[in-house]
């Protein structure tokens, strides 16, 4: 296979609601689509996850379409391939950007897919025909807002809640949702907003048996998580501090956590997940697959990873409707009673709707 051309867009979306965490809020997502295509014509796209600030991790939207254009495109453009995995290879000289990387290399799994006339889900390997997918609720306004959000969520069929919190919205947020909601499976993610001074109110978490507490310390520090782990019970998920295999291996020889946050955005790709996802099986610590608040075809890409059959505890991926009035994908990603059904059709399954792509596209480059 080589990829003969490159299109990159800026895409403008607004969400149906503001996300909020304890970094910040985001409802108008500036996002990039990649497409590639290949010397027979085969179209793969990809997302560009970044968000407009650097908050979760160092990249932007702004940084991604530079790295791209500058560095990716001309790594990939007219190289002979033989299977997407190299990708990560030919990418290797340049150090991180691992959302750049990743927008670019699920593009070529997408046309790599779909030149084979198969799922992107099988060819990745993936073994599960349905997956199990849950809600992220951002921090609302009140409580009463919260119970609202929880509500319904729980009557579209969503079988696991994660809330965000952050200092001063925490035990008490934590109580008053197992008050009212005594057995819903549920989980805490503090995006990096605590530090080891924190330890009392972090280990009073323990007694509302969450699923597990989401990156509650820095994003860089896999270390203090290790010293946090040894206090609590209830398993920590690292998110933001991994962006590679050797950052998991790193996790697992700490003992940093219990659960892994899998994004292939975060970690350069659909490979590097897979590779990630293998290691953590082999060392008994449990996976699931994140989100990033993206259109339909980043949508696409992570439900596909998913199918792989160490995903066994609800990921991130809600339906597409959950987040928006129209994606760009038909049909959109469609939630039944808590589960996504696999699609037969080729690549990522999912067609995208090039009409609704020109008209969310603010800026666009040939390459
Ligand atoms: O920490 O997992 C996170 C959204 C944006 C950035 C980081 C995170 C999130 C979410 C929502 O929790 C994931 C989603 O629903 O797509
Ligand atoms: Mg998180």
Known sequence: MRIEKIVLREMNMTMKAPFTTS???????????????????????GEGEAFEAPWYTEETTATCWHIIESFLAPILLNRDIEHPREVTQFFKPIRRNMMAKSAVECAVWDAYAKRLDEPLWKVLGGTREKIAVGVSIGLQPTTSQLYDKIDAALEDGYGRIKVKIKPGNDVQLIRAIRERYPDVPLMADANSAYTLDDMDILRQLDAFHLMMIEQPLGADDILNHAKLQKELTTPICLDESIHSYEDVV??????????????????????EARRIHDLCLHHGIKVWCGGMLESGIGRAHAVALTSLEGFTMPGDTAGSDHYWYEDLIDPIVDVEGGYVHMKDAPGIGYKVNRERLDKYTERKLEL
């Open 23 to 45: 970094f910040g809020s985001v409802q108008e997502k500036r996002f990039l689509i990649v497409e590639v295509y290949d010397e027979l014509g085969n179209c793969g796209y």
């Open 250 to 271: 790193t996790a697992i020889e700490l003992r940093g956590c219990g659960v892994i946050n899998v994004k292939q955005a975060r970690v350069g790709g659909l490979e």
